[in-house]
């Protein structure tokens, strides 16, 4: 089992809609979770990180921590297609390092 | 969030060669991580670099292979050493921020023929 999964994609969804995006971890003690965007060709950037269990906003970004399922969700609402780019979850258990998922790719059409 | 820049952002290199990638960030920061990214994969650790000491090296990544240095808090090299086709790959540095967030540098796009 991966410390950390995603499903591959690609998600694809139209202009305006919601994007969801989920992640799950495998090891308990984790801490912190981050999601980041990376657009073809560039390096990952950071999109917003979450370490209480419920629901953090950001702009139209919403990041979903569930401690006991052991997952954490990142929601995109009204889908750009600038959105379209890969988008990693990561995870922190503690220490300095982050685990990367692999990462899921998001097509938003028009 | 700092502003890290990379050299060289690509290179193409013959095998058995070594290639040196310096990151350099606008602030002192405690942190720095050396990552690869091969073509289509997510981001793996090759080493934490800590000024004043030794590199910490994730399990397959050794120091003869993978020379680091840190000889300050806003700069850090990564050597890859005798090079072969399996070293292509994208080398990516990041700073440790607050809260364990971390930020990337711009990447190096290195290709061994």
């Known amino acids: 089992q991966k410390e950390v999964e995603q499903n591959s994609g690609p998600l694809s969804v139209p202009e305006g809609a919601i994007a969801s995006l989920n992640c799950t971890y495998s090891?308990?003690?984790?801490?912190?979770f981050f999601w980041y965007r990376q657009y073809s060709g560039k390096s990952p950037e950071l999109i917003m990180f979450?370490?209480?269990?419920g629901d953090k906003e950001d702009g139209r970004f919403t990041a979903q921590l569930n401690k006991a399922s052991q997952y954490v969700s990142l929601l995109i609402r009204d889908s750009q297609p600038s959105d379209s780019a890969t988008y990693l979850c990561?995870?922190?258990?503690?220490?300095?390092?982050?685990?990367f998922g692999t990462g899921t790719r998001l097509q938003v059409f028009p | 969030s700092a502003v890290i820049s990379q050299k060289p952002s690509r290179d193409i290199c013959q095998r058995g060669t070594s290639l040196t990638i310096q990151c350099q960030v606008d602030s002192q920061v405690t942190m720095m991580f050396w990552y690869r990214q091969q073509p289509g994969q997510s981001l793996t650790l090759i080493a934490t670099?800590?000024?004043?000491?030794?590199?910490?090296?994730e399990s397959g990544f050794v120091i003869d292979k993978f020379p680091i240095s840190r000889p300050n808090l806003t700069f850090s090299t990564l050597t890859v050493s005798n090079m072969s086709p399996e070293d292509s790959s994208i080398y990516l540095c990041?700073?440790?921020?607050?809260?364990?967030?971390?930020?990337f540098g711009p990447g190096t796009r290195l290709l061994v023929l």
């Open positions: 090891d308990r003690g984790s801490q912190s």
């Open positions: 990041s700073v440790a921020g607050q809260e364990k967030t971390q930020y």
């Open positions: 670099a800590n000024q004043g000491s030794e590199a910490t090296y």
């Open positions: 979450i370490y209480s269990n």
């Open positions: 990561a995870v922190n258990r503690g220490g300095d390092k982050l685990i």
